[in-house]
């Protein structure tokens, strides 16, 4: 079987590779090299129709995984043009080299912040340009399936915010903070996350595979159960064997603090890894339903305990 990976050379594409590698033959096409597997990628960048086409190879499934996904990308329109105009770019170069089956890593971000544990049904309601360009990307898409359901598939996947040894997100900075002993709680700590174990989701992506799936198919992906700040502190406590001092500030405070480094940051042209909207995502309550993959009969190969136990291992190896 041959799998090209749209954006493999990232975090998630690596792990990917990693799983698939010595199954099938895997194409990376990339605008970065990969520092892993530079001699199965192509320098491509998406929002170039030429160069996508030119550099598709004929496979019998495609996974998109590139996307502009920062909080601070600048200019916004960056967000449309690659998440966007990127993706119908892929599928014209699909069409083109005759592949009919692709995977399309979306985002819970289309749901927005603070909702009641939505399912794939609940209706879209994006905060940011992230979630809403995730959202027309999934309309592109879906428009590209309609005008051909019996012979494409169409596989979209919405993780949670993903999380594994050697990432630099949110979940991965967090215990971070907390395995240095550095660690300042913002608001109470109560609000419940949902996460996803970086091999879980690769495992899951392949599971499509195997599995032959056929048709349109929607899943959130998260690892459960969901956990509260506390509790994910308390998992550190286990995972380090000593007890971390709690240090707590209101969360207005902190909003108000990020809301000040955010004006720092324009007026100096700086990038800080605090900011006011990442306060709000961290302080939020994210829950999401992922009954629909449990329902598929995919079994995670590692618990959401054993996921934040190997990441923050790989933590204090770094260190």
Known sequence: MKINIIGGSGFIGTNLTDAMINDWTILNLDKALSS???????KVDIC?????????????????????????????????KVNVEGTANVLKAMN????????????VAVYGLNKDNPDEYQEV????????????????????????????????????VVFGPGNKGNVYNLLNQISSGK?????????????????????FIKFCIVSDMTGYHL???????????????????KSLDRKI?????????????????????????MKFSISAVRIKKFCATTQFSAEKVRQSGFKAPFSLDE?????????????
């Open 219 to 237: 899943f959130n992906y998260a690892d459960k159960p969901d956990m509260t700040t506390n509790e994910l502190v308390s998992q550190a406590e």
């Open 36 to 42: 892993k597997y530079d001699h199965l990628t192509v």
């Open 48 to 80: 170039n129709n030429n160069e996508i086409q030119n550099n598709m190879r004929l496979a019998d499934w495609v996974i998109l995984l590139a996307a502009e996904h920062r909080d601070d990308v600048s200019p916004i329109s960056l967000y449309y």
């Open 183 to 203: 660690f300042l709680m913002i608001g109470d700590g109560n609000n419940k996350k949902s996460m996803a174990f970086v091999e879980n989701i690769t495992a």
């Open 245 to 269: 001092l709690r240090l707590r500030i209101p969360y207005f405070i902190g909003y108000i603090g990020g809301l000040s480094l955010d004006i720092i940051a324009k007026v100096l042209r």
């Open 96 to 107: 083109r080299a005759g592949i009919k089956k692709i995977i399309f890593t979306s985002s």
């Open 125 to 160: 309601d994006p905060f940011n340009h992230y979630g809403k360009s995730k959202w027309e990307a999934e309309e592109v898409l879906r428009t590209w399936y309609r005008e051909a359901p019996e012979e494409r598939t169409l596989i979209i996947i919405r993780p949670t």
């Open 307 to 319: 996921g934040l136990n190997k990441t923050i291992l790989s933590i204090l190896k770094r260190t």
